[in-house]
């Protein structure tokens, strides 16, 4: 069974095609128009996904060494996301499935990535068997959810207000440093020192309201951003310029440890011995190396996919597409799309159909 994944929920436009759960092709194209703003501008990633899409899946479907018409299958992303960069793949994905005569599958952005471990990454692929406790982190999500041995899921964190994408993004920003922040920061924090400044950490067992602590896997990054702002008031240009490195390795382990914290007590709480992070978020090098020492410390086996699996890609959409399917799942005719999906409805527990 061939399905072609289209991805175009934030600023990467993407097409991918997988075939009986092998990726076949995975193609993806991220927007730069956004780095003089500071941020994504919504308007400006439709326009590039509008601009993109057609010659993306062009290049997935001939990269796959098949035709279109040689496709079982189209999926999409139909929420959470922007909801006109969503619209523009959802809306394409649904006129090429109608023109071909094939089903087509609306995909949960949030849920591809928990279920991104399923991904076939090569021979020697491991997807988490029995339960596991998923750690999605991206610029617009950061969520903890148990996923049940038959694929049910329960969300049992999630932010409270920023996520630690966002941390990354606007703290850098503080900096003075290019968007997206989030990779000059883990750069540069490589030659720093993480214990230059303690920021505070919310919600943890570090933070003045350690009380509310226990049994808490929620999260809160709010307070570390105003807490960069403040401190950053009171140096000089000279002396932030003169230990950026420290800085930065200071704000990204504010936010590492937290994460990594709430991972391993949800998987220990829980009796689970399996972990795995997805969204962009997780191709950051010092949250790998943590989560696997913290992993390797409590014996608990830890599943990362490929840094270009990690980040918003369509092999995703395309895999989860397919695991739907052979769990019964029956294809839609037409689907309007739904930006914010059931996640910001407050649901905490779900399951794939």
Same mark, same amino acid.
């Given at each position: ?7 175009t ?65 189209i ?18 994905a649904?006129g090429?499935?109608?023109s ?26 491991q ?10 982190? =991206? /610029?617009?999500? +950061? ?5 049940a $041995?038959d694929?049910?899921y329960?969300? #049992?964190?999630?932010? *409270? ?31 720093g020192?993480?214990?230059?400044h ?8 570090q ?7 226990f ?6 990054f =709010? /307070?570390?951003? +105003?807490?960069?702002h403040?401190?950053? $008031?009171?140096q000089?240009?000279?002396f #932030?310029?003169?230990? *950026? ?7 990204q382990?504010a936010?590492?440890?937290v ?32 989560m ?19 980040t ?6 395309a ?35």
């Open positions: 069974m061939n399905i072609l994944g289209i991805e929920s934030c600023d990467e436009t993407s097409a991918a095609v997988v075939c009986n759960g092998q990726v076949l092709s995975n193609v993806v194209s991220s927007q730069h128009c956004h780095s003089a703003f500071g941020g994504v501008v919504p308007e400006l990633a439709s326009r590039e996904h509008e601009r993109l899409i057609v010659s993306i899946t062009d290049f997935a479907v001939t990269e796959a060494n098949i035709t279109k018409n040689e496709l079982d299958v999926a999409a992303t139909a929420g959470p996301g922007l909801i006109g960069a969503v619209m523009v793949g959802l809306c394409f649904q090429l499935a109608y071909l005569g094939i089903p087509f599958v609306p995909i949960n952005h949030i849920e591809a990535h928990i279920f991104s471990p399923f991904i076939n990454e090569g021979d020697s692929h997807h988490p068997e029995g339960s596991f406790i998923s750690l999605t982190v =991206s /610029g617009g999500h +950061t969520l903890l959810s148990v996923v $041995q694929l049910s329960e969300v #049992i964190g999630r932010t *409270l207000d920023d996520a630690a994408g966002e941390a990354f993004d606007k703290t850098g920003k503080m900096l003075g440093l290019p968007y997206p922040a989030g990779p000059v920061i883990d750069k540069l924090a490589e030659k020192d993480t214990s230059f303690k920021f505070p950490r919310a919600l943890t067992s933070s003045q309201t350690s009380k509310s602590y049994g808490n896997f929620d999260f809160s =709010s /307070g570390l951003k +105003t807490s960069v403040t401190w950053l $008031q009171k000089t240009p000279q #932030i310029e003169l230990h *950026l490195a420290d800085i930065a390795a200071s704000i382990w936010i590492v440890s994460l990594v914290e709430k991972t391993i007590l949800a998987a220990r709480s829980r009796g689970i011995k399996t972990v795995s992070i997805a969204g962009g978020v997780s191709a950051n090098s010092t949250l790998r190396k943590a696997k020492d913290a992993c390797d410390k409590h014996s608990i086996f830890l599943h990362i996919p490929g840094i270009v699996y990690s918003d890609n369509a092999a995703m959409i895999t989860l597409a397919g695991v739907k399917l052979t769990r019964g799942m029956k294809a839609e005719h037409c689907y309007n799309v739904a930006p914010y999906a059931s996640f910001a409805a407050g649901a905490r527990k779900a399951g794939l159909k």
